[in-house]
């Protein structure tokens, strides 16, 4: 299927804090080559390139040597075993892991050629190009209008009540939202539905005009119908942006994403398009996951 700015990012709820991974136990009988991903984990129209990644939280290594390019306007879907390093991987992208204080970032890891761990780097311009939608909705105790201008407004996007407005409308509209709260954007966002407040969430990101969106779980806490809502904006969004979603519905990577990764214990094991890692995987550990054996 063709298918936040760190003001924003900064104010994720307790829950949305990053954890450090839970070890598991995987097929003894199978081993995993540091470093070697099978399938197809690199890009001629790279957005990312990152190479070598390691992640450790203290002594403890999350991330084992990643490399993966993610190429301009694909969904990619992340998924794997719960504490296999999705999150962790995935919060690499715009610095959500510097909050931690035990957390370190080896390897290479570029967007658009340029460094995104250089100590040069703004990482408020970072995460306004990278923004991110957590796994559990968390609009601000404001209304659905200022939900959204927020990030407009600290990034000096609109110099005008008109241009905000437009920006408002243009973001709630590609959200699928303005038809739903166009006559009542002065009321408070947190007496929208846990949908509605997502894709909100997913209108605040946009706002300010980020070239890359990552998700990580948006629907784990939504019903079949918000779900099916927030695929159809992904979808949507896929042809102006890139965006990375991690997931533990093997079902949602299948019906949303271009491509699909498959982390166990740290590795990157497979890369591929989606429809050949749910029909033919190239590596034994995916089949053994897809297919229910483990996970």
């Known amino acids: 299927m063709n298918t936040m700015n760190s003001s924003i990012t900064s104010e994720a709820s307790p829950q949305d804090e990053a954890t ?17 991903t099978v399938g197809k984990p690199y890009s001629d129209d790279a957005k990312f390139k990152l190479r070598d990644v390691e992640v450790f939280y203290g002594e403890s290594r999350a991330i084992k040597k990643i490399s993966l390019d993610i190429a301009r306007n694909e969904v990619i879907a992340f998924i794997g075993p719960s504490g296999c390093g999705k999150s962790t991987f995935l919060r690499c992208l715009n610095r959500m892991n510097d909050s931690i204080d035990i957390c370190r970032v080896k390897g290479s890891l570029q967007l658009d050629d340029q460094d995104i761990y250089d100590s040069k780097r703004d990482v408020v311009e970072l995460r306004a190009r990278v923004g991110m939608v957590f796994q559990k909705p968390n609009p601000f105790p404001k209304s659905i209008y200022d939900n959204v201008a927020y990030g407009p407004r600290i990034h000096g ?7 905000l407005d437009e920006i408002v409308e243009n973001s709630l509209r590609k959200a699928g939202l303005w038809e739903e709260v166009k006559d009542r954007l002065d009321a408070t966002a947190t007496g929208m539905s846990g949908g509605q407040q997502q894709r909100l969430c997913i209108a605040r990101a946009i706002a300010v005009s980020p070239e890359v969106v990552l998700m990580d779980e948006p629907c784990s806490a939504l019903d079949p119908i918000a779900t099916a809502k927030v695929e159809e904006l992904i979808a949507e ?9 991690v997931t533990h519905s093997m079902q949602q990577a299948a019906r949303v994403s271009h491509r699909t990764a498959y982390f166990h214990l740290g590795h990157l094991v497979e890369v591929n398009e989606t ?3 749910f029909t033919s995987p190239e590596h034994e550990l995916t089949e053994s996951y897809i297919t229910g054996r483990f996970g």
Do not use: F, Q
Not at 157 to 163: I, V, W
Not at 238 to 245: A, H, K, L, N, R
């Open 20 to 36: 450090v991974p839970v070890p598991e136990s995987k097929p003894t009988d199978t081993v995993i080559e540091e470093g070697k």
């Open 275 to 277: 429809n050949k890692v």
């Open 237 to 245: 969004l896929s042809e102006s942006y890139t965006i990375v979603i």
């Open 157 to 163: 996007l609109a110099n005008r009540k008109s241009d």
